[in-house]
């Protein structure tokens, strides 16, 4: 099986609301909608105009700066609406359904090599699934990554299943992962959890055990093959594995996801099989019965606010919903609780390792000043000094940042140490801040 890596760092959430293992298949919606702002560092530019007829997987739009990654439509129909916002921004590109749907096809040679492969997955208009590390954007086409790497298991909080989602579609997973085995020149490294009983043969396999954030891509690249100065590394997602095996195998961009509704406030949580793109307003209907919630794309600790009248974003396999924390609390923190979750012992939660909460948006306090106080080192599994080197960012010391480690994280990582942070600093956002400053500095 490979190499086995236990980690001692980190914290896990246990959280109210875990899916159970049903799928429930979602009725097609009228209007799907791709947005651009799911993609980090996309200046989009359009190929399509309002009127037009498309097939799945016809491009909808494209990186300007780089025009050969294109962004596919999800469902053939007519393009009825693009929308703008500031400075005539592009926000969506919507499309309506024809009741009966046809695919655009890709011809895939028998043979497959790293060009050909590349070829295909461009033809496909699919390279969007493929990102790099460092900075956490989609990869550069004429890049040559030191490694490719996949992590099979989540571990944040209320996480899909991920070996429950690849039995769904074995054999679409295993070309993947074969797809980009040839991709990387048999450099291909392969995070799984020690849970988990996956066959996998192909790549270098890394059991990972304990506690959030093992399943982490970013922390599996820093303890199996860490990034130096002037590499790259690119990694997927599981599902987009199954959706570039999907692409090898037919020739056609099969946008479907298994995608997990979890949360206290959710009625049954279970796995939904969506489209990609697809309206999430009859979902929050049938799922959420309450008011007073947020919606949330992903998990509670890097997840993207939500609307009810939001689509389903392109790289989202997980939706949370948990009560807005917009209540005052009388006497706070000084008011002794069995109910709240602290990772000190301020509360009794750490008599009770396996109780799980229902945690609300509160944030329980303002920002303040911001001290080492090792909190940040207890859940973080990394050989990195976190607050040193978000102060090197918020200072904008370009050398500082490279020498703290800038290259190997992304917010994903230190969202952990944005949960127990009693300065409430945003880490994420300062982190995202760092990358984008050293992508601009080139």
């Not at 969202?415 to 050293?438: N, P, T």
Request: proline share 5%.
């Amino acid at each position: 099986m490979g190499k086995s890596v236990r980690l001692k760092k980190g914290y896990d959430i246990k959280l109210i609301g875990e899916a159970s293992s049903q799928i429930q298949e979602i009725p097609s919606a009228e209007i799907f909608a791709v947005k651009p702002t799911d993609y980090l560092s996309l200046t989009p530019k359009l190929a399509v105009k309002e009127g037009q007829e498309v097939l799945i997987g016809d491009s909808l739009f494209y990186d300007k700066k780089r025009p050969e990654i294109n962004f596919p439509s999800p469902v053939s129909g007519e393009v009825v609406e693009i929308v703008r916002g500031a400075k005539r921004k592009i926000l969506e590109v919507r499309v309506l359904a024809d009741k009966s749907q046809k695919a655009a096809k890709v011809k895939v040679p028998g043979s497959l090599t790293a060009e050909s492969i590349k070829e295909v997955i461009l033809k496909g208009n699919l390279w969007g699934v493929i990102r790099q590390r460092p900075f956490s954007t989609i990869a550069n086409t004429e890049d040559k990554p030191k490694a490719i790497f996949v992590s099979t298991f989540d571990s944040a909080p209320l996480a899909p299943d991920l070996s429950f989602v690849i039995s769904q579609d074995k054999e679409a997973f295993k070309k993947g992962l074969e797809v980009l085995n040839t991709l990387s020149d048999s450099n291909l490294y392969i995070g799984v959890s020690g849970k988990d009983n996956l066959e996998i043969n192909v790549g270098e396999v890394t059991t990972f055990e304990g506690p959030h954030p093992a399943g982490n891509v970013g922390i599996q690249i820093h303890h199996t093959s860490p990034i130096r100065a002037n590499e790259l590394v690119w990694y997927v997602d599981t599902q987009d594995v199954i959706l570039l095996g999907d692409l090898f195998l037919t020739g056609e961009y099969k946008p479907e996801r298994i995608v997990a509704i979890t949360g206290s406030e959710v009625n049954d949580p279970k796995y939904l099989k969506l489209r990609i793109g697809q309206s999430l307003t009859s979902v929050w209907e049938d799922f959420v019965p309450g008011q007073g919630v947020r919606y949330i794309q992903g998990n509670v600790l890097t997840g993207t606010t939500s609307k009810p009248e939001d689509f389903l974003s392109f790289y989202t396999s997980h939706l949370t919903v948990i009560p807005e924390g917009t209540e005052a609390e009388f006497l706070g923190w000084l008011l002794p609780s069995a109910k709240k979750l602290s990772l000190s012992r301020t509360y009794f939660s750490w008599l009770m390792p396996k109780k799980k909460y229902a945690i609300d948006t509160n944030t329980h306090g303002e920002e303040r000043a911001f001290v080492v106080s090792g909190q940040y080192e207890k859940v973080l599994p990394m050989n990195i000094m976190p607050v040193q080197l978000l102060k090197a960012i918020m200072a904008k010391d370009i050398e500082r940042m490279e020498a703290l480690g800038i290259y190997e994280v992304a917010e994903e990582d230190l969202a952990l140490c944005e949960f127990v942070c009693s300065s409430k600093i945003d880490v994420q956002k300062i982190v995202r801040e760092g990358l984008d400053l050293m992508q601009e500095e080139g």
